[in-house]
Structures are given as C-alpha cells and as structure tokens.
C-alpha cells in the first residue's frame, strides 16, 4: 500500500495494524487532500485485487 501511494507522490508511514490515521495540517490545500484521498484510494483498490 505504502508503494501505491508513493507512486501518486504521496507519502505514508506509521501504520499500526488495522488502524489509518490521517494528520493533514491545518494549512493543506483541498488540492492536497483531494491527492492524498485519491492515493490513498487507488492503494486500497490495489489491496482489493489480491485478496
């Protein structure tokens, strides 16, 4: 999943099993987040395809 991300230029880290945490600033653009949940997405629909 981490190397999903970083294909969309996202970075990711600190995962503790089962858990996601998302710690934008209070200054992150909606353009920002819209590529951070857009990578975040395409990393999960990857998950999907090899369960």
Partial sequence: ???KCLEKG???GGFVPNTLRIGASLTVS???????IDALDGAL???DTLA
């Fill in 1 to 3: 999943m981490l190397g």
């Fill in 10 to 12: 996202v970075l990711l």
């Fill in 30 to 36: 909606k353009a920002d987040m819209d590529k951070a």
């Fill in 45 to 47: 629909d990857h998950l």
